[in-house]
């Protein structure tokens, strides 16, 4: 009698249960003009500026997010606060 069977019968292998997927969300790679509009308008008046906001209010991906920052940073529509490695943080530029 061979050793397996002597152990405890014949057992199922385990099965590994199944990981959650998240839906991949499909996000602009260039501004069309309505995207470009909707930047400049709601983008400047937001409190908390961050590429992951800005990329997640317009659907946008990180990369054009980064740029859509420093360009509104360019035309002094936003200030940054804090710039460590790669976490860009900005808020709306004030009159003040």
């Known amino acids: 009698m061979p050793a397996k069977e002597a152990a405890g019968g014949k057992q199922k292998k385990k099965k590994w249960s199944k990981a959650k997927t998240r839906e991949k969300v499909v996000n602009a ?7 470009y509009d909707k930047l400049l308008k709601e983008i400047p008046s937001a409190k908390f500026i961050s590429p992951a906001t800005v990329s997640d209010r ?3 991906n990180g990369s054009l997010a980064r740029r859509a920052i420093k360009d509104l940073e360019a035309k002094g529509l936003i200030k940054r606060i804090v710039h460590h490695g790669a976490q860009l943080i900005y808020t709306r530029a004030t009159s003040a």
């Open 58 to 60: 317009l659907k946008i």
């Open 29 to 35: 790679v260039l501004f069309d003009k309505a995207g």
